[in-house]
């Protein structure tokens, strides 16, 4: 996303807990901060992308970002973080006055490169329309609704994707049992109702058994749980996603934590061993 923005002729100030990952980007033309105070200095706009809501909080108010932001500046957070987190801190902030918008995306490190990222956006109308031309390297911006709505549906993507991920892991383990090719079978679907993009990327992952983590289980999980929560608190049962969720903390207790969320395969494996490599 970084790239996508200084291509674009924007200058951009980077800084990462991980001081490693935000040297990396200095060649491409990024300023990089010591701090994260340091990196807000003066910016017009911040992106936050971080693990939890503990870290945006952290880094916004822990670390100083926020106290170094003017008046009239943008925090676009693209983290997926509790809807309820996201407004308080959207409330913090305008006590600064400084405006926030919750806009986590959906596409993984492909979608980011190629610039074709979903971005689910929850905030000020008026604000979301005001960074259209920040927004454009990125992807598809969609307004969603007020403060924590852009969590809300990021949630509801993610639960579409992991229980997608299930049911397409859960299909190689059967075509395989009952003497089909995985590969084949793939190819086979391609174009029908069950054609998706978790079907071509993720699909040829578990043909190819490449599960370096482009979406770690781990975070898969971690979304899937506040996916979960926000339904307690609005009195909903989701079977499906309890279900997909139990095969992910299985699977993430077993070893499985830092490896891609279509790697869910192993552990179905696991469960069925005569198949599987």
């Known amino acids: 996303m970084v790239r996508r923005l200084l ?23 990024a300023r990089v901060a010591a701090t994260a105070a340091e990196a807000a200095q003066g910016a017009d706009i911040v992106f936050t992308m971080l693990s939890d809501g503990n870290a945006v909080g952290d880094v916004l108010f822990g670390q100083g970002a926020a106290e170094a932001l003017k008046p009239g500046a943008v925090v676009v957070d693209t983290s997926s973080i509790a809807p309820k987190i996201a407004r308080a801190h959207a409330e913090k902030l305008a006590e600064r006055g400084i405006a926030h918008l919750d806009a986590p995306v959906s596409g993984g490190t492909v979608g980011a490169a190629a610039g074709t990222l979903a971005i689910m956006v929850g905030g000020d109308a008026a604000t979301v329309e005001s960074l259209a031309e920040v927004f454009a390297p990125l992807g598809r911006v969609t307004h969603v609704g007020p403060s924590g709505a852009g969590q809300v549906c990021k949630l509801a993507n993610q639960q579409i994707v992991a229980v997608t991920i299930g049911a397409l892991a859960e299909a190689m383990v059967l075509v395989e049992a009952g003497g089909a090719s995985r590969a084949a079978f793939r190819d086979a ?89």
Not at 12 to 24: F, I, L, M, P, Q
Not at 227 to 254: H, I, N, Q, Y
Not at 256 to 265: P, T
């Open 7 to 29: 291509a674009a002729g924007f200058a951009v100030t980077v800084w990462n807990r991980d001081g490693s990952k935000a040297e990396a980007l200095a060649t491409d033309g």
């Open 189 to 277: 679907i391609r174009g029908g109702f069950a054609e998706s993009r978790i079907l071509d990327l993720h699909g040829a992952r578990m043909v190819e058994r490449r599960f370096e983590p482009g979406g770690p289980s781990r975070l898969q999980l971690k979304d899937l749980d506040t996916a979960l929560a926000v339904a307690a608190d609005l009195g909903l049962t989701l079977p499906l996603t309890s279900d997909v969720r139990e095969a992910f903390a299985g699977f993430v207790a077993g070893g499985g934590a830092e490896l891609d969320h279509s790697a869910l395969l192993l552990h179905l494996e696991a469960q069925n061993p005569k198949t599987g490599a």
